[in-house]
């Protein structure tokens, strides 16, 4: 009870903290308006069907009629501006998957799909930590799970320590693994997907790319986890084991473990296999779709809706095979749902900020100063900024929709601008956006999980930082790579 109220908190804290932050830039942009000169580029439609800025043609304009008390309305206005229908699908796939997660949750798919590879590699630690590294940054990077997986935190730390090893290994193989798929996305439909559709880029394009980019952090990743397990092995010190709180036994999910009989738990065991078994095919299918559709094009314009109806059905398919009645199976739904609602609230707010900035006619006059001040700069320069900027804001803002809508609307032009390509603003963006997750004491996942575990932050920067300075070198090398190539 103590771990939940615990992660309740600090969620409220979280949420709170962007709201005040994005209240904050709100009135700066309204500020702005008042006191920076506006102007405007002219903008065409290139042979994509985009529109993008014409370099060369910004031009002074006059003040427009603002007036500051529509800084108060900005969010409500986006409902009713050219980003409303944008806006609109995207919070309501988030809601979706939030709802079709909790049902996934309740059915136990992922916990017993983690349970039956240790099974199956039990006997081969190395073997075992390498997929079940694997299987968490697959999941983070394919369909953007990062806080479903706090549950499984304790039954990774309680693995590990099964296996002679402590509670940081149990913390790398479970949520340092997903923040890392998250954040060397192929398919995340809340990071890359979303900047794509607001950069108006083919939803999912690029993936070969970043196929490449999940490689290379995935065996870096995993060389770290190989060095430390086989340390701890060779030392067999495991000096936080005593550390462990209650929550390491996984609990008994949708089915009651104590207190049944032998065939009460042979069908509770039974229907978890289906459960997993369900998740597991309809995730590959719904990868294979999701390749598909990167690598031909066809259909990218529904690419999002497609996830949420794919995310639906693989949830209500583990919950009836698990055995969840669909009265049951329907609450879940709307519990999950409401519990990623206020996500809705936050994109509104950022979307407000770019209104502000677009109704006080200042939007042009900022990229202008941003590719003057990029003048002199390369592409390699240009790129680098952008993943700057997207790491300062990941410490103010966890949601990666929500940054995405600050950002993207002016990253996406400044990169038209400074001659680089919008995919590679992206994916300067999704780097920013994710590896700091597991730095930045801000992020309310890291704490939830490091406070299941007993470990402070402290500890956990000092087993850490080596690891995150060099994966933050080697991102930011990828991204001049994907200069270089002139990544589209």
């Keep these: 009870m103590a771990a939940t109220e615990k992660s309740a908190t600090i969620t ?28 405007s580029y002219e903008r065409i439609i290139d042979a994509t069907g985009r529109q993008t800025v014409v370099p060369g043609t910004y031009l002074a304009t006059e003040h427009p009629d603002y007036s500051p008390w529509r800084w ?10 050219e980003d409303a ?49 694997l299987f968490f940054m697959l999941i983070g990077s394919f369909m953007g799970i990062f806080e479903e997986v706090i549950p499984l935190v304790p039954l990774a730390i309680g693995l590990s320590l099964s296996l002679g090893w402590d509670v940081f290994a149990g913390l790398g193989m479970s949520i340092l693994a997903v923040g890392f798929g998250f954040s060397a996305a192929v398919a995340n439909p809340f990071s890359i997907g979303t900047a794509q559709r607001l950069a108006d880029i083919p939803v999912l394009s690029g993936s070969g790319f970043r196929f490449m980019v999940f490689g290379v952090i995935y065996a870096f990743y995993l060389g770290f986890m190989i060095r430390y397990v086989k340390k701890l092995e060779g030392t067999a ?47 590959a299918v719904l990868a294979v779709l999701i390749g598909l559709s990167s690598v031909t094009g066809i259909g990218s314009d529904f690419v999002l ?15 009836l095979a698990a055995g969840i009645k669909p009265a049951r199976g329907l609450k879940v739904f709307m519990e999950g749902a409401a519990a990623v609602a206020p996500a809705a609230l936050l994109i509104l707010m950022a979307l407000g900020v770019k209104r502000i900035v677009v109704a006080g006619g200042i939007m042009d006059t900022v990229l202008f100063g941003a590719a003057r001040l990029l003048a002199s700069a390369s592409g390699y320069g240009a790129a680098g900024l952008m993943y700057a900027i997207t790491l300062v804001m990941n410490f103010f803002i966890g949601s990666a929709s929500a940054k995405a809508f ?19 603003a992206v994916q300067a963006f999704a780097f920013g956006d994710g590896f700091s997750n597991m730095l930045y004491p801000t992020n309310a996942v890291l704490l939830i999980a490091l406070g299941l575990a007993g470990m402070p932050w402290t ?20 991204l001049m790579v994907a200069v270089a190539i002139g990544y589209n």
């Design 85 to 133: 229908a944008t806006a609109i699908v995207i919070i309501a796939f988030i809601v979706i998957v939030g709802g079709a997660f909790a049902v996934l949750r309740e059915a136990g798919a992922l916990r017993e799909s983690v349970r039956v590879l240790a099974d199956i590699f039990r006997n081969r630690r190395i073997a075992l930590l390498a997929v079940l590294c």
């Design 305 to 319: 809706p497609g996830i949420a109806l794919g995310f639906l059905l693989i949830g209500t398919g583990s919950g």
């Design 406 to 424: 600050l950002l993207v609307p002016i990253l996406a032009p400044l990169a038209d601008l400074s001659g680089i390509s919008r995919q590679i």
């Design 72 to 81: 108060l309305t900005a969010p409500v206005e986006v409902l009713a501006s």
């Design 459 to 478: 500890t956990w920067i000092a087993k850490t930082w080596k690891l995150q300075l060099g994966t933050l070198i080697l991102s930011a090398a990828l």
């Design 237 to 283: 010190q495991n000096s936080i084991k005593s550390a462990v709180p209650d929550q390491t036994a996984p609990d008994s999910g949708p089915v009651a473990a104590h207190g049944t009989s032998h065939s009460a738990s042979h069908s509770a065991s039974h229907s978890l296999s289906h459960s997993a078994a369900f998740f597991a095919w309809g995730s």
């Design 12 to 39: 409220v804290r979280s949420f709170v903290t962007s709201v005040i932050i994005l209240g904050a830039l709100m009135l700066l942009a309204g500020i702005l308006t008042l006191v920076v000169p506006p102007g």
